[in-house]
């Protein structure tokens, strides 16, 4: 047994789509659980903070501006293998690669609006956990 928490978030294009619903009742369906759930509009300094990995990359600033645009949803999700098994379910970064029955292969087309955000191991999901949950989980 390896219960793990990863951070998801439906973000902008997902809120503005109201895809909210349809999202967390897949991971729901699955058999994981909510431990932790939040509306919030991202700020530059968290957006900065959590896409810190990618500041280098030219499309830092796009990716930036995107993900303040609009509310996004922050789920701590829970569950056996919950990592890897949250990322198999969100699908490819690139909505071209992303297979059907996954989030991103059944809802987008732009890599640059994906819809969701999944943490991608133990030390990100801490890290990202933090960032949006800061004052702990249930
Ligand atoms: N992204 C982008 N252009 C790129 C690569 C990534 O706009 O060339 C965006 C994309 O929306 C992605 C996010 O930046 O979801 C973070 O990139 P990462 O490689 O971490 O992908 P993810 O972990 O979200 O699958
Ligand atoms: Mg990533």
Redesign the pocket.
Known sequence: MASETTLVLVKPDGVRRALCGEIVSRFERRGYELRGVRLLKVSRALSREHYAE?VERP?FG??VTFITSGPVLALAVRGENAILGVRSMIGA?HPADSAPGTIRGDFATL??E?IV?GS?SKASAKRELSLFFPDGLL
């Open positions: 990618h499309f796009e990716l970064t890599l640059s994906n955000h991608d």
